[in-house]
């Protein structure tokens, strides 16, 4: 299984793949290189990326500011940067979710 995350110095790189107007919000395994979600807001006026980070943000336990979007505004695939977050709480968290990590 990939990998879906990077260590870097100011916190995760966490790849994703979202799905917008989804029945519910989930995270549903791995999509390549990503972690694959699901979201119930449509992606107009940056709705669906507002909603991935207050979704990331309550599944890691942390503050939505903690979740930035670097990249992939306007595309499915993401990439959001985790800050104040050690790698032991990414696995510990998204792992059971996504199935076991490499």
Do not use: C, W
Request: net charge positive; glycine share 8%; charged share 30%.
């Amino acid at each position: 299984m990939t990998k879906f995350y990077d260590a870097k110095r100011n916190g995760i790189i966490l790849r994703v793949h979202l799905q917008p107007r989804a029945k519910r919000n989930e995270i549903v395994g791995i999509h390549g290189d990503s972690i694959k979600i699901r979201l119930k807001a449509p992606p107009v006026d940056g709705k669906a990326n507002e909603e991935a980070r207050r979704f990331l943000a309550k599944v890691l336990g942390i503050k939505r500011q903690q979740v930035i979007l670097k990249t992939g505004t306007t595309s499915r695939s993401k990439s959001f940067l985790i800050k104040d977050v050690d790698i032991n709480t990414i696995e510990n968290k998204l792992g059971p979710m996504v199935g076991p990590l490499p």
